[in-house]
């Protein structure tokens, strides 16, 4: 993701954090009902809202149409889906196999909504793909971007649309200072060095899928950078 846009973004979201904690405090009170059918309701609805709506958040203001872009992704995802079957079902037994994904604009579509629509709609073709990898015994990360102080909506936002979730990667303070594709580098070797094999790498910019870590790397749109 853009350093300069995330700066812009992150000041945004301190002052929205406090929104979607007690949002996020709120779900969990409620807590006597199955989180399945929420899950489920989640989903149906933000799917069925993003096909209808009328673009919105800063993918509007940089002339990014939602429906090219979602066919656009749903190109690349159509080639991933055929290796990871491939890869998974040539590996091992007992190897442990790992994807990592970027998510703002991988994910989750955050350019396409407003920050106060919480949670965040999933990529569906991504979604779809995590879950397929996942049900094949291969392990989901995300590596981000995002500030620390994000951390916790993140991960409940991932969950919530229905991620399979395994580990979350964002920027504390000292990561801040380091280039972000040194960063994600970084994180996608710490992943290796817990014993993984790292067999696809997907995001939708290059900062997302330089320096390797990964057995193959898959890149969505960004427009020339007009997503961030």
Same mark, same amino acid.
């Given at each position: 993701m853009n350093v300069r846009r995330w700066r812009t973004r992150a000041a945004t979201t301190v002052a929205a954090t406090a929104v979607i904690t007690t949002a996020m405090s709120a779900t969990t009170a409620s807590g006597a009902a199955s989180t399945a059918p929420v899950q489920t309701r989640i989903e149906a609805g933000a799917y069925a809202t993003a096909a209808a709506r009328q673009q919105a958040g800063s993918a509007a203001l940089a002339g990014v149409d939602y429906r090219t872009w979602q066919r656009d992704v749903a190109a690349v995802i159509g080639t991933a889906r055929p290796y990871i079957e491939q890869r998974t079902s040539a590996a091992p037994s007992g190897r442990k196999l790992a994807i990592v994904l970027d998510i703002d604009n991988t994910s989750l579509e955050t350019d396409f909504h407003f920050f106060w629509e919480y949670p965040t709609p999933a990529v569906k073709p991504v979604l779809d793909l995590a879950r397929y990898a996942h049900s094949r015994g291969v392990d989901v990360f995300f590596v981000t971007?995002?500030?620390?102080?994000?951390?916790? /909506? !993140?991960?409940?936002?991932?969950?919530?649309? #229905?991620?399979? =979730?395994? #580990?979350?990667? =964002?920027?504390?303070?000292?990561?801040? &200072?380091?280039?972000?594709?040194?960063?994600?580098?970084?994180?996608? *070797?710490?992943?290796?060095?817990? *014993?993984?094999?790292?067999?696809?790498?997907? *995001?939708?910019? /290059? !900062?997302?899928?330089?320096?390797?870590?990964?057995?193959? !790397? &898959?890149?969505? /749109?960004?427009?020339?950078?007009?997503?961030?």
């Open positions: 971007a995002r500030p620390g102080i994000v951390q916790a /909506p !993140t991960a409940h936002n991932l969950r919530a649309v #229905g991620y399979p =979730v395994t #580990g979350l990667y =964002v920027r504390d303070l000292p990561d801040l &200072f380091e280039e972000v594709s040194r960063y994600k580098t970084e994180k996608r *070797g710490e992943i290796e060095a817990m *014993g993984y094999t790292v067999i696809a790498n997907i *995001g939708n910019r /290059p !900062t997302d899928l330089v320096g390797g870590h990964a057995e193959k !790397t &898959f890149k969505l /749109p960004d427009y020339d950078g007009r997503l961030s």
